[in-house]
């Protein structure tokens, strides 16, 4: 009877130690509210690996990035969350994304046509197209990586990222409007 009772309880362990493993180890989604417009699901919803959401115009919405920030989503954004490991790396193909970064840097990194922006530790906004990603820093850094080059942009600058072309030197907000147009 005795040996009965240990592996009973040893089964039980056993089931009780496997769900807290997996729900430490399950892949979450993030949570995605809605500002404006169209729900992106019916029902609770949040971004899960390899998915896809593409925004209807007019849609504005607020998706939780896990532990590392939060981001606001319009302009017919098309977002995937490519992979988690070792950070978090999306992939914006279209439309705007205004990110409140919380993460050490290099932590989030944002694919877009025109290149990467590796966030460094702060706040911006990126707006791509599939020929070019324009970002603009309210706080801290982020770098914009290109396969010809990479630029550092700082808080107050925006820099142009052109497919197929080094990534334009990042312009100050307050610069003359003669370099700031394009």
């Not at 500002?35 to 849609?59: L, R």
């Not at 694919?111 to 707006?127: M, Q, R, S």
């Amino acid at each position: 009877p005795e040996d009965r009772d240990i592996r009973r309880w040893a089964a039980a362990f056993a089931v009780i130690a496997s769900t807290i493993l997996a729900v430490a180890l399950w892949p979450w989604g993030w949570d995605v509210d809605v500002v404006e417009g169209s729900h992106p699901c019916w029902g609770p919803c949040g971004v899960d690996h390899g998915e896809t959401f593409t925004q209807a115009a007019g849609d504005v919405w607020r998706v939780d990035i896990g532990s590392v920030g939060t981001a606001i989503l319009s302009s017919g954004a098309r977002l995937t969350r490519v992979k988690v490991e070792e950070g978090v790396t999306l992939r914006l193909d279209a439309g705007r994304m205004v990110v409140e970064s919380t993460a050490r840097g290099r932590e989030l990194v944002i694919e877009t046509p025109a290149g990467k922006v590796v966030d460094l530790g702060c706040a911006f906004t990126i707006d791509a197209t599939e020929s070019e990603t324009r970002v603009h820093v309210e706080r801290g850094y982020v770098a914009v990586e290109a396969p010809l080059g990479t630029v550092v942009v700082g808080a107050g600058s925006t820099a142009v990222a052109t497919l197929g072309a080094t990534p334009g030197l990042p312009l100050r907000d307050d610069a003359p409007a003669a370099f700031r147009e394009r």
